[in-house]
């Protein structure tokens, strides 16, 4: 590992995970083994206990979701990472750690889907699922980095995101993020912030779990530490007990869908290239963002006003920073290694102030960048 | 039911070669004793895994019965479903041949993830032959420890390294808890005791009712011993009776083999590379460990076929 070196190192993004996890401060991973995640699984069993962690292998993805929830809610930071198959079965899990508001990072490094699908092919076909994938309304944060090395700060980001917001967050990686190398600075990828768990102060037979303080975002303390602490998946009042009222209902979800709202600057993340006088708007998110940026730089080679809106953090949907160019551009491309998902998004954004136009394929192969300045002339 | 080699080289059994399981890996071999020994149609289910992978590579199949693949964790859940229709089926006379159901699973597949899905086929009663090959690892996804691993074998999520040498904790006894679901028929067997094996398949399948076949598989790669080492160290893993061969038949244990001299259970750790450091002076507590639950196990199942046998 090359956690002390300094200069410019060759990783492969799930070794560059499993890298900033540990910065992060990650000392639990419960995993499971699943194509083309298991890297992280393996690092970790190799990693962690050398700092002081915990790694343990579970049944399955349903265990290992439980487990890093049981772990984060000790106060430990914890992580845990799979693909297609393995994510619809964390779903239920995800939807309990969103509710509970216990902290977890969790990587589903894509592949082709649905079902077993091409297990060692790319894809983003579970956009949507990381959105919605989990029943009923709740918050969650998705993230896409585009490249290794934002593989690495999108992890330290992820984990702050998380322990900040108390909120689940999903690392969404796709195959090639996951399985390429590249070369990383140590120094600029472990420059990003890190932002920490809230604590309780005062004493402790005040302590309410759930009780706002005015953020949105109630301290956490930990499980075992002498603060009365309930955890439940009912609705819960400020104590944690169950509270089923309708009235009760209504504040507890203001809060948990408003937090994320309120802490836009702790999640929003967004890289614009070139869009100052751009007229045609790629909107791109993981590895096809690659192939996007060279097609822009040749576009532009051939005097083609284009610009590129690569959104990092895919959920929430960055919406107020898109809906900027409404009246700019003429015509927005969304490359996605899927039939047509954050394309929805985008048109949504949009409404009619400019035709979004996709370019999907979901059968496991890449973008070339010919194929996206092919659209972005025809746009033209 | 007895089994003739001349009558069984005639026989055309549905599962090629060309398939492309590594040299020296059990499962194929299990597959094809399972079969030769079926006299019935079989339909069979297999869950994910190197079984599933390297037989079903676009665009070939190696399987001449029809086959279904689901998901890792439901072949069994799946193979309910099948044998439910069947049934359905048979009693409204829509169907009037006599077809067995096999599902077939890995250690990870059948011990892990799957446990519940197995668990509940049999308790349901549906008439089903489940195999698992047991070769104590996920192979398929570059060797990482399951609740089939022995103590202190070395795996990619069980590395050994100064502090913690390979995995900690012993093995589960999956065919104890098989037994203890009270179904007609589970036994024990490796592809290296052939004769045994096909024996104990055309039992499985003549009961009504479910029965589970836990089969010891070689993996050449997980195990780091030499292709053409399987069929002997299945045989050592036997002799030394880390892998008795036994069945419990409605209730009833029946040891079905006992080594004229048992022994060490170091000849059959010696030969795999991922037991290797368990040889090193400071391990070897762990050694002693193994060997003791090896005798725990073997001794508790000579009381159980004895008792039974009176």
């Known amino acids: 590992m090359n956690l002390n070196k300094t200069g410019t190192h060759l990783f492969q993004g799930n070794e560059a995970v499993v890298e900033a996890a540990i910065l992060s401060g990650c000392r639990f991973f419960a995993g499971y083994p699943i194509t083309p995640s298991t890297e992280i699984a393996e690092l970790m069993a190799v990693e962690l206990p050398k700092v002081g962690g915990r790694f343990i292998q579970m049944e399955d993805e349903i265990g290992s979701m439980g487990a890093v929830i049981g772990a984060s809610l000790t106060g430990t930071k914890a992580m845990t990472a799979t693909s297609g198959p393995g994510f619809s079965l964390k779903q239920e899990n995800i939807g309990y750690a969103s509710f509970t508001e216990t902290p977890v990072v969790v990587v589903n490094v894509q592949r082709v889907g649905p079902s077993t699908g091409m297990p060692t092919a790319p894809s983003q076909g579970d956009v949507m699922q990381a959105r919605w994938g989990t029943h009923g309304d709740h918050p969650v944060v998705a993230i896409a980095p585009g490249s290794v090395a934002e593989a690495y700060t999108a992890t330290i980001r992820a984990f702050s995101i998380s322990e900040f917001l108390r909120v689940p967050v999903i690392l969404l990686l796709d195959e090639v993020i996951g399985h390429m190398r590249e070369g990383v600075s140590v120094e600029d990828v472990q420059a990003v912030e890190h932002l920490e768990r809230k604590r309780p102060k005062g004493s402790k037979s005040d302590f309410r779990p759930y009780r706002d303080d005015g953020s949105g975002v109630p301290p956490m303390a930990n499980f075992g530490d002498g603060y009365r602490f309930h955890v439940t998946g009912l609705f819960h009042d400020e104590r944690g007990y169950p509270d089923l009222s309708p009235e009760w209902a209504r504040t507890l979800m203001k809060r948990l869908m408003g937090k994320l709202d309120a802490h836009r600057d702790v999640h929003e993340w967004v890289e614009e290239t070139e869009t100052d006088d751009a007229e045609i708007l790629i909107v791109s998110y993981g590895s096809p963002a690659q192939a996007a940026t060279s097609a822009l730089r040749q576009a532009r080679a051939e005097g083609l006003r284009v610009g590129q809106f690569r959104v990092v953090t895919v959920w929430p949907f960055p919406e107020d920073a898109l809906a900027k160019y409404k009246g700019q551009v003429r015509a927005v491309l969304v490359p996605e290694m899927n039939l047509g998902q954050l394309r929805l998004e985008v048109e949504r954004v949009m409404g009619d102030a400019a035709p979004v136009l996709g370019l999907h394929r979901a059968d496991g192969e890449l973008f070339k960048p010919a194929e996206i300045l092919e659209k972005i002339r025809e746009v033209d | ?310």
């Not at chain 2, 074998?153 to 390979?166: D, F, H, L, M, W």
């Not at chain 2, 104890?176 to 009270?182: G, S």
């Not at chain 2, 052939?194 to 104990?200: A, G, I, N, V």
Request: hydrophobic share 40%; net charge neutral.
């Open chain 2, 1 to 310: 039911m007895a089994i003739n080699l001349r009558e069984l080289s005639k026989k055309t059994i549905p599962f090629t070669g060309g398939h492309r399981m590594c040299a020296g890996c059990g499962a194929p071999i299990i597959v094809r004793q399972v079969l030769a020994a079926a006299e019935q149609p079989i339909a069979a289910g297999v869950a994910t895994g190197c079984l599933e992978v390297a037989t079903t590579i676009y665009p070939y199949s190696a399987w001449g019965t029809p086959l279904i693949h689901n998901a890792f964790e439901n072949v069994a859940a799946t193979v309910s479903g099948i044998e439910m229709a069947y049934r359905a089926l048979k009693a409204r006379g829509a169907v009037d041949k006599d077809i067995k159901f096999v599902a077939f699973g890995g250690d990870g597949g059948t011990y892990d993830i799957g446990l519940q899905s197995l668990s509940g086929a049999m308790e349901r009663g549906h008439d089903m032959v489940y195999i698992c090959y047991d070769n104590g690892a996920y192979m398929n996804t570059g060797i990482q420890r399951s609740s089939a691993t022995p103590l202190g074998a070395e795996t990619s999520t069980s590395p050994v390294g100064k502090r913690i040498p390979g995995k900690p904790g012993h093995r589960k006894n999956l065919t104890n808890i098989m037994a203890a679901h009270d179904i007609p028929y589970v036994a024990q067997t490796t592809p290296a005791h052939w004769r045994d094996l096909m024996t104990k398949v055309k039992k499985a399948l003549a009961v009504e009712g479910p029965a589970f076949l836990n089969i010891l598989s070689s993996c050449p790669l997980g195990w780091r011993i030499p292709d053409d080492s399987s069929i002997s160290i299945l045989r050592l893993a036997v002799d030394t009776c880390f892998w008795p061969l036994f069945e419990v038949e409605n209730g009833s244990y029946q040891m079905n083999y006992e080594p004229k001299e048992k022994k060490p259970l170091s000849d059959w750790l010696k030969p795999q590379g991922r037991f290797r450091h368990l040889f090193r002076p400071e391990n070897k507590h762990i050694l002693e460990e193994l060997q003791a639950e090896v005798d725990r196990n073997w001794e508790r199942l000579l009381r159980l076929s004895k008792y039974d046998s009176e």
